[in-house]
């Protein structure tokens, strides 16, 4: 995830953050956090951030000025995804083996509600007005849409086999799920809900990022050690790319046009021109 010019890699091995300067591309810290952190969720002052550690059930908080961890919130089971609301004041984390969302006061870091959504529950991402946010249930092959307002589950949507990431277009049209068990990414309509296109990508998708202007989407494949490049107009796979070994997070950065991506098993971030794809 990114803050200014920031990125901020979890490293399971380590149990700790890097935090990498993007103009110079170098680790400039590493921060110690819990036990196998998985997600990171960034504000866009930069102020907190937040990293889920699945194996120590506990959320990390790190003081995004001072670059240190100064809280480990307990929560749950199993906290894997992450995100915030677009406004930051809420903190959204699901909990693989809880089958919630917990929805936690960012200014407090007081639990505010706990969600019922569907079975494994990972990915999640939220609209920019606000509204929604939407949470991948993988082993249930469904998508809940969750009601900011009231923390209501408004709809469930079928997606493919396993999804685990769900990201929305910029312009939050378009909700894309990357299908880990049947290597695809479904498309759904955010107007009415309605499934427009299955695309096939490479094997075990695991997470999708978007150019600014939308036109094109970046799924990761992590059995395949690849990138499918979508034409989003077109709802096509247009082209796949050699990334390294085992490819799981992706990130676009709008201020040099680079897609960044992260290599678990080659421990190494990527960064491809957006323009050319070199």
Same mark, same amino acid.
């Given at each position: 995830? !990114?803050?200014?010019? *920031?990125?901020?890699?979890?490293?399971?091995?380590?149990?700790?953050?890097?935090?990498?300067?993007?103009?110079?591309?170098?680790?400039? #810290?590493?921060?110690?956090?819990?036990?196998?952190?998985?997600?990171?969720? %960034?504000?866009?002052?930069? &102020?907190?951030?937040?990293?889920?550690?699945?194996?120590? &059930?506990?959320?990390?908080?790190?003081?995004?000025?001072?670059?240190?961890?100064?809280?480990?919130?307990?929560? @749950?089971?199993?906290?894997?995804?992450?995100?915030?609301?677009?406004?930051? &004041?809420?903190?959204?984390?699901?909990?693989?083996?809880?089958?919630?969302?917990?929805?936690?006061?960012?200014?407090?870091?007081?639990?505010?509600?706990?969600?019922? %959504?569907? #079975?494994?529950?990972?990915?999640?991402?939220?609209?920019?007005?606000?509204? $929604?946010?939407?949470?991948?249930?993988?082993?249930?092959?469904?998508?809940?849409?969750?009601?900011?307002?009231?923390?209501?589950?408004? &709809?469930?949507?079928?997606? @493919?086999?396993?999804?685990?990431?769900?990201?929305?277009?910029?312009?939050?049209? !378009?909700? $894309?799920?990357?299908?880990?068990?049947?290597?695809? %990414?479904?498309?759904?309509?955010?107007?009415?809900?309605?499934?427009?296109?299955?695309?096939?990508? @490479?094997?075990?998708? $695991?997470?999708?990022? *978007?150019?600014?202007?939308?036109?094109?989407?970046? %799924?990761?494949?992590?059995?395949?050690?690849?990138?499918?490049?979508?034409?989003?107009?077109?709802?096509?796979?247009?082209?796949?790319?050699?990334?390294?070994?085992?490819?799981? @997070?992706?990130? *676009?950065?709008?201020?040099?046009?680079?897609?960044?991506?992260?290599?678990? !098993?080659?421990?190494?971030?990527?960064?491809?021109?957006?323009?050319?794809?070199?």
């Amino acid at each position: 995830s !990114f803050a200014s010019d *920031f990125a901020y890699i979890t490293n399971q091995l380590s149990n700790s953050v890097s935090v990498i300067d993007l103009q110079s591309y170098k680790v400039i #810290k590493e921060i110690s956090v819990g036990s196998k952190p998985a997600g990171v969720a %960034v504000q866009k002052s930069g &102020k907190k951030i937040f990293v889920s550690n699945p194996e120590s &059930k506990e959320i990390s908080v790190i003081d995004g000025f001072e670059l240190k961890n100064v809280a480990n919130i307990p929560l @749950g089971k199993g906290p894997l995804g992450i995100a915030l609301t677009k406004d930051d &004041k809420y903190l959204l984390v699901s909990d693989w083996y809880d089958h919630t969302v917990t929805v936690i006061d960012t200014s407090t870091l007081k639990l505010i509600k706990k969600i019922l %959504v569907g #079975k494994s529950p990972a990915g999640i991402d939220t609209d920019i007005k606000n509204t $929604y946010f939407y949470v991948a249930n993988r082993d249930d092959h469904t998508v809940s849409v969750v009601n900011i307002k009231n923390f209501e589950v408004e &709809k469930t949507l079928e997606a @493919g086999e396993r999804p685990f990431a769900v990201t929305l277009s910029p312009d939050n049209n !378009f909700l $894309y799920v990357a299908n880990v068990k049947s290597s695809d %990414v479904s498309v759904f309509n955010t107007k009415n809900y309605k499934k427009i296109a299955t695309i096939k990508v @490479g094997k075990s998708p $695991y997470a999708i990022a *978007f150019l600014q202007d939308g036109t094109r989407a970046f %799924v990761t494949n992590q059995h395949e050690n690849t990138i499918s490049v979508i034409d989003t107009i077109n709802k096509k796979n247009i082209k796949t790319l050699a990334i390294g070994e085992y490819p799981e @997070g992706i990130n *676009f950065y709008l201020k040099n046009k680079e897609v960044l991506i992260v290599n678990w !098993f080659d421990s190494e971030v990527v960064v491809l021109n957006s323009v050319n794809l070199n």
